[in-house]
Structures are given as structure tokens and as C-alpha cells.
């Protein structure tokens, strides 16, 4: 397999708005960034992911974009945009952009002009139809609810919004806002800028026929088969990757909403005609149900490593993995997957991650996840921020789908404000996020998880994340490595082995509350075996082990 940086990197999201506020106007920004530049680097990272910093009505949080290149005002400008730049490439550190390119802000001026009148020049920048026998030109929901059609009434026709009706779907059919799109990416690539991560990049190609979807219990129709992976995806992909990426050094990664395996193989393709890698959303969707993410179920082991191993099987050699738990729309990956107790969080938020950063592909950290940051206690449907969240509480309780209390208690599990909540750096007001007022609540848990103690402590949450990514660079076979998973039928061992050119790996994590007997597989001997990590202090290992709750352990043998 050809070795390149982007196999052998670690990436950190950043959520600017609350990340680091620099000015005290309780939202988060690019000085702020910068100033955190230095715990990034001593964490280890290779790579940065912003979330959107462009200029924007903040209708989805800056992923309604209403100029591709100007900087939001509550961010900096664009010379803070540049300083933070600089301030990364310094530390050899570098910056992936979101590029959000199937819908832009209704405030984008080519919407703006588009909706004037259907012979504006840029009337087919988007997708605009007519009623359907007097209503909405077809049954599709909308990912935020309600219809994805909205009414016009200047020109008396509907147009697209798979997201927010202020978050209108560019019209990838028309030439002029392909190339108007390249020519943006290639601005910020002559900027020095080191890839870009594709917003819902598998939404971008819609059936041209725009046919009903099979209705859903909550009366609107499944655009899914009609708008993932579309018709000619791959062929705008091929299309801006000559035009563009192919002509850079650059990171690459689409977020690939409804991918499957196959559909994985052409968009993260190894000859490199696509893009490096895609998200996939299969293992976090495994507890969701008939009203969509919202309950409170939990993911069932057994599921989880057959799915995932799906990935790390179907892919290798063919295309390249990316890993997660977290990001800006998933809760914290300790209150769901693992266990947010006092006793518990911090192994468990290290068994987590070691379970994933010893997988093959190109890990990926949500800021906070490297503290093992947890859930919110959000008192009430008031202290939430995110559309969704809102749009979903009302829509699922008017129609008497969900109970006001259950709707409220699956929020606080599932909802995306989870991640949202200030980056919580030290015991201070705000955990030191902000000295003015934050535009969400801070998690009062702060004064005991915050960056600040767990730096100064060796045995913290982010000196072991600190500890895997050496690793990764010390160890060929984390990057390149087969994978094969080992007791697909456990229900509470996740246990799997990575093999290179005679160099292996075996790594074992309990994910339960209770202690584990776990005997070595045929083949490992434990004379033989070097223990490379441990979230309980294990330094050898024994034929017959006994697992502590939550343990984590991580064995090589073979050529060093
Ligand atoms: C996916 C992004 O990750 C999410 O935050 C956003 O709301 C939608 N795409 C729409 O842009």
C-alpha cells in the first residue's frame, strides 16, 4: 500500500464557535485558535479540521454559508484567519476547511438572486420546481423536518432544502456552480490551505426525476434512495478532483451521509480519482430507530464489531478507512458508549479510544473527546441552541409521536448540543472558554474534567490520547496493518488483531462495567508479547487473563 501523510495522520475538529473565545463576546473564534496552538501540539496532532469559519446568517451554525470567502465577523477576519494559519504551519501542523457545497445560505447572494425571478442568471443555481397537483412538488422530509420543499411566492414555485429552508440545495446539474465551486476551492487551496472535509458531499447528485419516497411515520416520504450516492456523485467528484485536488497536496475526506461499502470503494478509491477517505455513518446510526436517532437505546456490541469490522475488512487495499466517535452532530462518545460515572469515565473514555486508534484508517478527535468531556445536564428545551434538536422537540411531540419527557431525555442523550458545549479548559468562570457570557452552557462538570488538570497529570484521558498518537507514529502496522476481529460473538469484548510483514498486534477492551476472563488466542505467547499501552497500569500479559471493567490493553509481538 502507498504510504502518504494523510494515512498517517491524526485529525482534531475544531468547533470555532466553542473552542476558545479570545475577545469575551461568549463565542468562540480564530485568535482563540490560535492561542491554543500549542496544546494541539503537545497533544500531537497532524491535522486540523475547522468547522465552517465563513461568513453566515448562523441559521445552522455556519453550515449555511453566505460567502465562501469571507470570515464570519464573530470569528476575526481574514487576517486572523491567515495568522492562525501561519501559527499552524509553524508547528507543522495543518488545516483541512469544511467546504459545505450542496446548499448555501438563502442570505448567498446567488440566492438572493436566484429567487428574483426565473430568468435570473442564476435561477438554475439551485433546484426550483413547480406544485404538484397544487402542493409541494414531491413527499420528501426535510433532514431538520417538515417539507423539503419551500414556497416561492415571487415566482409562485418551490425550491430545495434538504437542510434548514435557509439552506437551499445548489443545483450540481448546472456547469456555472460546479466551476464556480472549483474556483472557490482553488482560492483557498492558493491560500495554503491543507484539504477540505465535504459537508453531506453524497447528497450533491438528486434523482433528475424526483420521485415520491416510501412515506414514513412521520408523513413525509424517504428521499434516501433518491438523493445518497446519486446518479452522477462520482462523476462531479472525478470532476473536481482534476480540476482541483488532484492539482495540490491535500487531505480529503467526504462526509458521505447513507454511503455503503461499495459506494465507500469509488468515492475513497486508492488510485486517488475521488477523494482519501469518507465518513461513514453505519455504526452510529445502529441505535437508531423508527423515530429517527431519538431514544435512548443503547448500541449493542455485537452489532457494533460486525459493522465496523465490515469497514476495516471491505476497504483495505481498496480504499481508506476514516475513524471516529465523535464530531460537532454526535453526543459524547463516554455517555453513550462508554460510562460517565465518576468511577468509570475516565477508563472507559480510554478503552474507547484505544479501541478506535488502533483501527486501520485515519483516526479523527472531536475537541474535548482527548479530556473524555461528557454530556450535558441541559435543564430544559430553552438551554438547547441546535436547530435540529428544536425543529425534532417540537415535531415529534405536536404530532404526539414522543412524550414531551421522553423527547427531553432523548435530547439530552442523543442531541448534537452535546458536543457543542464549551471546550473546557480549566476550573476558572467558563471554564476559561470565556470571560463574557457563553452562547451555550458550559457543562458544569468543568471544575474537575477541563484540560488544565489533565495536562499536568500523567495518568489523564489526554496524555493517553497523547500516548496512542505516538504510537501511530511509531508503529507501521496501526497505519497499514490487516485487520481481523476475534470473538465476533462476545457480547462484552471488543477484540482484534492488526498483522504486517510478520509484526502484530492484539488488542483487547472490555466494554462492560464488570470484570472479564479473556484467555490469548492460539499463536500469542505472552514471553513473546510487549505491551504497548494499558488503561490499567498492565505491563505483561498471561495466558488467562482477568479483564477489569473497562480495560484496555494493547499487545505487539514480532519485529520491533
Ligand atoms: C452535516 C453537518 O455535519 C451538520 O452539522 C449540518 O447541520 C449538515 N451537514 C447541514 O450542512
Known sequence: MEKTWWKESVVYQIYPRSFNDSNGDGIGDLNGITEKMDYLKELGIDVIWLSPVYESPNDDNGY?????????????????????????????????????????????????????????????YYIWKEAKDGKVPNNWGSCFGGSAWKYDETTDMYFLHMFSQKQPDLNWENEKVRQAVFDMMDWWCQKGIDGFRMDVISMISKDPAYPDGVLKETGYGDYGPYVYNGPRVHEYLQEMNRKVLSRYDLLTVGECAGVTVEEAKKYANLEGTELNMAFQFEHMDLDGGETFKWNDRKINLVELKATLSKWQNELYGKAWNSLYWCNHDQPRIVSRLGNDSD???????????????????????????????????????????????????????????????????????????????????NDSANAGFSTGTPWIMVNPNYTTINAKEQVEREDSVFHYYQKLIRLRKEYDVIVYGAYTLLLPEDPNLYVYTRELDGEKLLIICNFTDAPRDFSLPEGWSPEKMNCLISNCDRTTAETDMKLMPYEAVVYHMGKA
Open 343 to 425: 468511577t468509570y469515565r475516565e477508563r472507559s473514555a480510554k478503552m474507547l479510544a484505544t479501541c478506535l486508534h488502533m483501527m486501520q484508517g485515519t483516526p479523527y478527535i472531536y475537541q474535548g473527546e482527548e479530556l473524555g468531556m461528557t454530556n450535558v445536564p441541559f435543564p430544559a428545551l430553552e438551554d438547547f441552541r441546535d436547530i435540529e434538536s428544536i425543529n425534532a422537540y417540537h415535531e415529534y411531540t405536536e404530532s404526539g409521536q414522543l412524550k414531551p419527557d421522553d423527547m427531553m431525555r432523548y435530547l439530552r442523550y442523543k442531541g448534537r448540543d452535546n458536543a457543542r458545549t464549551p471546550m473546557q479548559w
Open 64 to 124: 449555511d454559508i453566505s460567502n465562501y470567502q469571507g470570515i464570519m465577523a464573530e470569528f476575526g477576519t481574514m487576517e486572523d484567519f491567515d495568522r492562525m494559519l501561519a501559527a499552524a504551519h509553524e508547528r507543522g501542523i495543518r488545516i483541512v476547511m469544511d467546504l459545505v457545497v450542496n446548499h448555501t445560505s438563502d442570505e448567498h447572494p446567488w440566492f438572493v438572486e436566484s429567487r428574483k425571478s426565473k430568468d435570473n442568471p442564476y435561477r438554475d
